[in-house]
């Protein structure tokens, strides 16, 4: 395939993915919204005013990075691991890899429709945002970098999940069981500067601790742990779980038993 032919294959696959989940936007899209609002106004608003300043920022303006990150890990995973099983389940997948596409197209493919959610769902949050408090970015790069790197961190976090789902249930195990817990002692309602020495160190295996706190330096200034080694050991992850995913994809696992 030369080069025009890959860029239409991709651009049909990403286009595919993005319509979607706009198709049912009020499923994909609005359920965030409103529950990102909710946590704004009982944590920030009800359980904020009786906490007070966290690392130098009002409650609701410390919470916010986390909740948005929580957004984006949220709905990049779903995505790509709903879509691709799906494409299991249907056996259209089969099409995919006997056609001339390359893996690695189909692989971005579907995680770009990933991270194209997870991104939309984030500028939702962070719009909700600004009618509950003042937010300002502090650096530009740091903030994109982050929320982009994260969101394709999940995307092919999603797409392995998937891969070993053998029915539509297994493809919620990990987001009830795994990231849930991970997202909620990432940091999201908390500095980690205020833990005891013992739980510090611990909470630096979450890797959505270096997530949260790099997006909030992004956009607050502030971060509980080193900002470059945060980025490195996201973008780290990232390359590896691609390097698993494409293997995966490149055997068949998980799918010989659905083509």
């Not at 300043?53 to 990049?76: D, K």
């Not at 719009?127 to 929320?147: A, C, G, K, R």
């Not at 790197?149 to 053998?166: H, M, P, Q, R």
């Not at 020495?197 to 200034?221: E, K, T």
Request: glycine share 8%; net charge positive.
């Amino acid at each position: 395939m030369n080069f025009n032919q890959l860029q239409t294959a991709l651009w049909t696959l990403v286009v595919k993915e993005i319509r979607r989940f706009m198709r049912i936007w009020p499923q994909t899209l609005l359920p965030p919204a409103i529950t990102m609002s909710l946590y704004f106004v009982i944590f920030g608003n009800l359980v904020g005013s009786r906490i007070g300043e966290m690392g130098g920022f009002s409650y609701m303006q410390f919470i916010v990075p986390g909740l948005i990150m929580m957004a984006v890990i949220t709905n990049s995973y779903a995505n790509v691991s709903s879509s691709f099983f799906s494409a299991k389940f249907q056996k259209s997948i089969e099409e995919l890899i006997m056609s001339p596409v390359p893996l690695h197209l189909i692989l971005w493919g579907y995680v770009i429709g990933g991270v194209c959610r997870g991104v939309l769902v984030g500028l939702i949050v962070t719009l909700m945002s600004l009618f509950f408090t003042h937010l300002e970015i502090y650096n530009f790069f740091v903030t994109i970098y982050t929320v982009i790197i994260t969101s394709l961190l999940f995307s092919l976090g999603g797409f392995i999940n998937a891969v070993y789902a053998k029915s539509f249930d297994d493809i919620s195990i990990i987001p009830t069981f795994v990231l849930t817990p991970l997202t909620y002692l990432g940091g999201v309602f908390y500095a980690i500067s205020a833990l005891n020495p013992f739980w510090q160190n611990l909470s630096l295996i979450n890797p959505i601790v270096y997530m949260v706190n790099a997006f909030r330096f992004g956009i607050l200034g502030h971060s509980d742990v080193n900002v470059s080694f945060s980025l490195t050991v996201v973008t780290l992850c990232c390359v590896a779980l691609y390097a698993v995913a494409y293997h995966l994809l490149a055997r068949g696992s998980g799918m010989r038993e659905w083509v």
